[in-house]
């Protein structure tokens, strides 16, 4: 095994995963390779432009690519020459034809390194795939590569959170690795020791727990989301108030208050198409039951998006024709520019088909927001976005919003109507400047 002061490592797939991992990995202190098929998103790399919004991962792009410990390619022979270790962080999108993940890029990955193994090499998987797949891959990586065996396969889950990864990638909450081989154990270990001496757990497990630790983990939070949500629901109808029930439940230590914050509910990248993709391979291993609970997480976290619509739409007089909505949101989540199943984009393009003239604002999402969205009004400024708005929709928590000044929004308003979708306004504060608020789960 080579040690790790001299341990040089690919990162294979340069999205939001593998960009993160390989210039944390480089702040480190290790040399590192990143690897794309997409040459325009490697020359932007290069260039020391992060493809995506991340806070921190710019700085730390730019300073490694000037050490030179970090760098950028599009080939698969010069990364199998180059680094003893291979991290695969591809993309496992949703199926277009189904639920099920869309496993292309990882068998890709595994299928263009291998014939490229020419020494032991430990490859380490840490993309989200369904149970099963490692061990399909490890099979197929000795398979096709010349030094047959002796390329091993682990998989270690990553657990990186949108606006937080850089921190998430340093400062790992634990660290798993599902193998059956001692070298890929000392080899995952030897990576991450600076974390394991600060006292970050380190777990071995076999393939098939390790490639479950991550999906289990999303569909628990997706669920305990979408609790919440469910009892928004009940509040609405029975008179109560959902912050002030989040709040008491949150007192019991066993139930805790984090993702306990009702409103529009979940999107993004991860959530939605890992808990489908869960239900997925649950029907195929035929244990669809044990997962049929998350189909109804799935369906209240739709019906949340409705409901804001409603809301509005009660505003207004019930009808959006010819009517001018601000939405303050188009990132599915706050410090961040994904808009991968964006529950604020879903809303506003809904509101946009009923008739309504739909102006968005959001401090980083916008261009992506115009590339997906172009039937939508798009401003660059909270206020710009506002002028003449019948009713103002707040869909993304940014502290921008957060921290609006209801007194100088009015000003450019038609109607000081609000509905606040992830309740994170002061109801007295907005109604005590003369503005009608709506939120989910309150009176």
Known sequence: MVEAERMRVSVIGTGYLGATTAACLAEMGYEVIGLDVDEAKISMLRSGRVPFFEPGLDELLTANLETGRLRFTTDFAETAEFADVHLICVGTPQRDDS?????????????????????????????????????????????????????????????????????DTLRPNRIVIGTDSSRVEKTVRALWQQQVDEGVPFLVTDLQTAELVKVSANAFLATKISFIN????????????????????????????????PGLGFGGGC???????????????????????LREVDAINQRRRARTIDIARQLIGGNFAGRTVTVLGAAFKPNSDDIRDSPALDVASTIASLGARVTVYDPAALERAREEHPELNYADSMLEAARGADVV???????????????????????????????????????????TYRALGRQ
């Open 393 to 435: 929709l707040l869909l993304t928590e940014w502290a921008e919003f957060r921290e609006a000044n209801p007194e100088e929004l009015a000003t450019v308003v038609a109607q000081k109507r609000i509905v606040d979708g992830r309740n994170a306004l002061d109801p007295t504060f907005w109604r005590a400047s003369g503005w």
């Open 99 to 167: 639920g099920a993940a869309d496993l292309r890029y990882v068998n890709s990955a595994v299928e263009r390194l291998a014939p490229h193994l020419t020494r032991p090499t430990v490859v380490v998987g840490r993309s989200t795939v369904p149970v099963g797949t490692a061990a399909t891959l490890a099979a197929r990586l000795a398979a096709l590569a010349p030094v047959g065996a002796e390329a091993e396969l682990g998989w270690s889950p990553e657990f990186l959170r949108e606006g937080f990864g850089v921190e």
């Open 230 to 261: 469910a009892m928004a629901e009940v509040s609405e109808v029975a008179g109560a108030d959902v912050i002030q029930l989040a709040e008491a439940l949150s007192y019991d230590d066993r139930i805790g208050g984090k993702f306990l914050g």
């Open 271 to 293: 959530l939605p198409k890992d808990i489908r993709a869960f239900m997925a391979r649950a029907d195929e291993l035929g244990v669809e039951p044990a997962l049929s609970f």
